[in-house]
């Protein structure tokens, strides 16, 4: 059968998975490349890169391959979002918890609301068509945020093409200033992240929260929701107007929550409101896995 689509192509291999890709690192992101044991010659256009038609006047012409090209594409998108390395398994698909992994008896109390959350990122990232809605992943730390949005990232990239980016908030901070020291302005950084179709933050409202840091978030919200353009986010903050106005004055644990900053006063009402537009916002409701790794050792 001949084959004409990138996806009407699987082989068995070990050394892929089927993916048709293999992800290694270079520096501290993830970096993807074609695999050498199933895909090293494109079985469409046996390595020549175009295939060859006859059209509708009976000439034989010559096309790009769909099939390698594609994979190309695929895996340029990919390896330009600059997925950390350390979230390079990240996937949707097989997305486990350690205890999930492991088999362990109760592992569905371990993962609270992981598998329902997973999901409907699963069928948003499949069915994605540009200007989509995004999400804010809300919750404590180390409940698989950040492994999920690396996920979407990567289904969206390695799977449908789309071109996209993840950063984590801090680091962008860190490159501006970098930046500064090599005499570029900001513009040159913050450009191309106010155009690309998806953008993912990790970690929104992290930072010493100067009117600096505020004035970034902002004009990157601000540019992203004036274009219509996809924005997913992480947060550790609690995304209620006022902690202190929404609590239980007898928990335990009230002074500690009442004095935690929310993500409003992390971001300004204005950033907030926005991102209320632009997003759903999920909680993430499971259990610190860091933490239960560290009591296992």
């Known amino acids: 059968m001949k084959i004409q689509h990138l996806d009407d192509y699987t082989a068995a291999c070990p050394g892929c998975d089927r993916a048709r890709y293999t992800i290694g690192a270079r520096g501290e992101v993830a970096h993807a490349e074609i695999c050498q044991d199933c895909f090293a010659v494109c079985p469409a256009c046996q390595g020549q890169e175009y295939t060859y038609e006859v059209d509708e006047r009976g000439y034989e012409v010559a096309r790009q391959c769909t099939v390698c090209g594609a994979l190309k594409r695929r895996i340029q998108a990919f390896n330009d979002a600059r997925v950390p390395y350390l979230h390079r398994r990240a996937t949707l698909e097989g997305f486990r918890t350690h205890r999930a992994r492991q088999g362990d008896?109760?592992?569905?109390?371990?993962?609270?609301?992981?598998?329902?959350v997973r999901l409907r990122l699963f069928h948003w990232a499949k069915n994605f068509s540009p200007g989509e809605r995004g999400y804010l992943l809300h919750g404590s730390v180390g409940t698989g945020k950040t492994h999920l949005l690396a996920g979407t990232i990567r289904h969206l990239t390695l799977e449908k093409g789309i071109n996209a980016r993840f950063i984590e908030f801090t680091h962008l901070l860190s490159a501006?200033?970098?930046?500064?020291?090599?005499?570029?302005?900001?513009?040159?950084?913050?450009?191309?992240?106010?155009?690309?179709?998806?953008?993912?933050?990790?970690?929104?409202?992290?930072?010493?929260?100067?009117?600096?840091?505020?004035?970034?978030?902002?004009?990157?919200?601000?540019?992203?929701?004036?274009?219509?353009?996809?924005?997913?986010?992480?947060?550790?903050?609690?995304?209620?107007e006022s902690a202190s106005n929404t609590l239980d004055v007898g928990s335990p644990d009230f002074r500690k929550m009442a004095t935690a900053a929310t993500l409003s006063e992390r971001v300004g009402d204005r950033v907030f409101s926005r991102l209320h537009e632009m997003a759903d916002f999920v909680h993430v409701d499971a259990p610190d896995y860091r933490r239960a790794e560290a009591q296992r050792r």
């Open 105 to 116: 008896a109760g592992a569905g109390d371990a993962i609270g609301n992981l598998p329902r």
């Open 176 to 240: 501006i200033k970098e930046g500064f020291d090599q005499g570029r302005g900001e513009t040159s950084i913050l450009g191309p992240l106010s155009e690309v179709p998806v953008l993912a933050i990790d970690e929104l409202g992290k930072g010493r929260n100067t009117e600096w840091q505020l004035s970034i978030i902002d004009e990157i919200i601000s540019k992203r929701y004036n274009a219509g353009l996809t924005t997913l986010f992480t947060t550790n903050y609690d995304v209620r």
